[in-house]
Antibody
């Protein structure tokens, strides 16, 4: 059964780059029907889609974050990653990786999430 | 970009009640609409996709309807485990987007 697990530092300093990795287990990241996404949730607030990558490397980004976001994929490691540059306290959030599978293009599988705090 | 607007932002109800949450898209998205349930400290969980299709294992008291720009999530015969926050999400096109959420609280 497919599972997702986020990993990375839980703390970042303002102006630095936040880097997270999502490891896919129980299946191949190169499955043709899957898209891989990052979604975040600031404390006490709603969900914000950050971006999505297909195994071919095609990427799609949130318009408001596009200038600071890079999502990449490493098929040899069955992982995909998020880099968010020039972070501020407003980027403090729980970061989730998620799979968009074949169910109406919905996010049908999520990682448990990882909290990232931006603080000096 | 497509904006998703949910209402109400919060609702209080009792066990056994029926609750309806609405979601409106800023432009037509056909039936590319999903609903998620999130409980405190947990990742969101997919309830409904394609506006009205229940994800496997989701109780039949949950139902979804709508097409185009207006959608509803209805929960009949509320159970204690249903008190949570619900989000809609448009899956029509990138960039994807979520509604702001509806918190369902016990009255």
């Amino acid at each position: 059964q497919l599972q997702l697990q986020e990993s990375g530092p839980g703390l970042a300093k303002p102006s630095e780059t936040l880097s997270l990795t999502c490891t896919v287990s129980g299946g191949s990241i190169t499955s043709y029907s899957y898209y891989w996404s990052w979604i975040r949730q600031p404390p006490g607030k709603g969900l914000e889609w950050i971006g999505t990558i297909y195994y071919s490397g095609s990427t799609y980004y949130n318009t408001s974050l596009k200038s600071r976001v890079t999502i990449s994929i490493d098929t040899s490691k069955n992982q995909f990653s998020l880099r968010l540059s020039s972070v501020t306290v407003a980027d403090t959030a729980v970061y989730y990786c998620a799979q968009r599978g074949g169910l109406g293009r919905a996010f049908d599988l999520w990682g448990q999430g990882t909290m990232v705090t931006v603080s000096s | 970009d497509i904006q998703m607007t949910q209402s109400p932002s919060s609702v209080s109800a009792s066990v056994g009640d029926r609750v309806t949450i609405t979601c409106r898209a800023s432009q037509g998205i056909n039936n590319w609409l999903a609903w998620y349930q999130q409980k405190p400290g947990n990742a969101p969980n997919l309830l409904i996709y394609a506006a009205s299709i229940l994800q496997g294992g989701v109780p039949s008291r949950f139902s979804g309807s709508g097409s185009g720009t207006d959608f509803t999530l209805t929960i009949s015969n509320l159970q204690p485990e249903d008190f949570a926050t619900y989000y809609c999400q448009q899956a029509h096109s990138f960039p994807s987007s979520f509604g702001q959420g509806t918190k369902l609280e016990i009255k």
